[in-house]
């Protein structure tokens, strides 16, 4: 009992004081592996002390029901011992094959010391993919860079909208190709943003060298890094369907919804205004409906969801639900993220859960979607990056974005003009 009692104050203290690193082991297949081997020796160990002890010290009942009730007691104590160490075995295995999966074959030179090769701060594209068997190829209809400084973990999003047009490509064979922006496969698409990834898949030309799969991915971080001026170093991407079922896995997402929102592609739907839990199809919608509204209103939305799942993603939540999780995220994402940089990810990622998230999206009137300054949105992403985050819940930093924190009230969206463009985010509880 000493040592039992020893034990869970050691789990505690772990769990406590060191569950980001506890958190950063857990994406490490090796550790992981260890921990499953140590998880079922452990079990084993404990179970035959269990035995062992009750063969020592039973005592001679006189009464068949009284042995029975002994060993009965014996089993539910080995019982109480295998289940939390199969179970936690278990989610090793399936942390395990979800790291495998997903990064599997991305490799990237890390130094431990130094996990992101000295930057300041690290970019990340997040890609919303719209795909369905009756709509072939994959539409990037959701594009948010996520810039992240890698000390503080102060973030601000940029989103940039699927409509685009004139869009200038990267040197090499897509400049080539397009020398003065990018016009689509032809008369019958209208050459927009959102078109990138999947004329890169189909036309293995644009991006010589690289497989199926991964040409659409990297001319796109090159196009959007060449858009906001900043390099692009890793993506996510997500499917909307797979994103639903995340959000069902999570047991829901609490966001606030500012005015009714139609759903449905024959409008039978219908979320209501104020703050409630939205199942996965209900946050698909809400990300994604355009009904009596537009695309910018919609990306406002998204950020909103987006950053409602970032702070509700919390370490209980995810191990309650881990399995479903898992179950999902293998079939919903992909990414270029190497396993090597998962460590030093995790422990980002809890900095900037703890910190506020800012927002600027390229709408109108900021730009013209049909023809874009493209100097303007450089010289805005580098303006919002040099300015010191406004740490207060609620305050406006001189740019127009909004420092994202916990409001006990739901904040009006400034009104837009082109220096001071709309920050939806404002309006996120």
């Known amino acids: 009992m000493s040592i039992y009692v020893l034990m869970l104050g050691f789990i505690l203290t772990v769990l406590t004081a060191f569950s980001a690193r506890l958190l950063s082991l857990a994406v490490q297949p090796r550790w992981i592996t260890v921990l499953a081997l140590a998880l079922a020796?452990?079990?084993?160990?404990?179970?035959?002390?269990?035995?062992?002890?009750?063969?020592?010290?039973?005592?001679?009942?006189?009464?068949?029901?009284?042995?029975?009730?002994?060993?009965?007691?014996?089993?539910?104590?080995?019982?109480?011992?295998?289940a939390p160490t199969a179970y936690a075995a278990r989610l090793a295995y399936?942390?395990?094959?979800?790291?495998?999966?997903?990064?599997?074959?991305n490799s990237s030179p890390?130094?431990?010391?130094?996990?992101?090769?000295?930057?300041?701060?690290?970019?990340?594209?997040?890609i919303g993919a719209d795909s369905a068997p009756n709509r072939p190829g994959v539409r990037t209809d959701s594009m948010t860079v996520a810039s992240v400084d890698t000390a503080t973990g102060a973030t601000t999003l940029f989103g940039l909208p699927r409509n685009l047009q004139q869009v200038p490509m990267p040197t090499g064979p897509p400049r080539d190709l397009f020398p003065y922006g990018f016009t689509g496969a032809g008369a019958a698409t209208p050459g927009l943003l959102n078109e990138v990834f999947q004329y890169a898949e189909d036309h293995p030309e644009t991006v010589p060298g690289l497989p199926d799969g991964d040409r659409g991915p990297a001319l796109l971080k090159?196009?959007?890094?060449?858009?906001?001026?900043?390099?692009?170093?890793?993506?996510?991407?997500?499917?909307?369907?797979?994103?639903?079922?995340?959000?069902?896995?999570?047991?829901?997402?609490?966001?606030?919804?500012?005015?009714?929102?139609?759903?449905g592609r024959h409008r039978e739907g219908l979320l209501p205004a104020g703050t409630r839990k939205l199942s996965g199809e209900e946050a698909l919608w809400y990300g994604r409906s355009r009904t009596d509204s537009d695309d910018y209103v919609r990306m406002g939305r998204q950020k909103c969801l987006l950053n409602a799942v970032v702070k509700q993603a919390d370490p209980v939540t995810v191990l309650n639900s881990f399995e479903g999780l898992a179950t999902a995220t293998k079939r919903a994402i992909s990414t270029d993220l190497p396993q090597d940089v998962l460590p030093a990810l995790v422990e980002l990622s809890q900095k900037v859960k703890d910190t506020h998230i800012r927002s600027l999206s390229f709408v109108p009137p900021l730009i013209s979607t049909g023809d874009p300054d493209w100097h303007l949105i450089r010289r805005k992403v580098s303006q919002v990056l040099s300015e010191r985050p406004t740490v207060a819940t609620g305050h406006t930093a001189p740019d127009g974005t909004t420092a994202q924190g916990t409001a006990p009230h739901r904040t009006t969206p400034p009104t837009p003009s082109p220096e001071r463009p709309l920050t939806l985010d404002s309006a996120c509880a």
């Open 41 to 82: 020796a452990l079990a084993v160990s404990w179970t035959t002390v269990i035995i062992w002890s009750y063969m020592l010290v039973r005592p001679a009942a006189p009464h068949t029901v009284a042995r029975a009730l002994n060993a009965g007691l014996a089993i539910a104590l080995c019982a109480l011992v295998l």
């Open 94 to 105: 399936l942390s395990r094959d979800v790291v495998h999966t997903l990064f599997a074959g």
């Open 110 to 126: 890390v130094v431990a010391q130094d996990p992101w090769n000295g930057a300041q701060r690290v970019n990340f594209l997040l």
């Open 222 to 263: 090159e196009t959007v890094s060449g858009i906001l001026g900043i390099p692009v170093s890793y993506y996510a991407m997500i499917d909307m369907k797979g994103f639903a079922e995340i959000v069902d896995a999570m047991g829901g997402v609490r966001v606030t919804v500012d005015e009714p929102i139609v759903y």
